[in-house]
């Protein structure tokens, strides 16, 4: 039996994640414009964080990769490259923990 409060998908998250941090973006960056900054090293998705009053992004985002090499070719690849008049940093992400609902 399961318990009714934690995520549905938590057994989907149990594999690590290939998932890097992308931080100091330009306010105006769209989810596009992030993976298709990424392209050389097949991004599987992109993802900008904003906030929820606002909708503004925050100025980092995540991107996904298909397998571990790609990860760690991004992250020597991009870490300090310009990208809209700003030098990003990108960083390998922590795992997301399972949550609660609410």
Not at 2 to 31: F, M
Not at 74 to 89: F, P, S, Y
Request: hydrophobic residues 30%.
């Amino acid at each position: 039996m399961s318990a009714p409060w934690w995520d549905s998908d938590w057994k989907d998250r149990s594999a690590p994640e290939n998932r890097v941090h992308v931080g100091n973006l330009p306010w105006g960056t769209d989810e596009r414009a992030l993976k298709d900054a990424f392209a050389n090293y097949g991004p599987r998705s992109a993802e900008i964080v904003t906030d929820r009053e606002t909708g503004r992004a925050r100025g980092f985002g995540f991107v996904n990769f298909e397998d571990n090499k790609s990860m760690n070719d991004a992250i020597q690849g991009m870490n300090g490259q310009e990208l809209g008049g700003r030098n990003i940093t990108v960083d390998k992400a922590n795992d997301r923990p399972r949550r609660w609902r609410a």
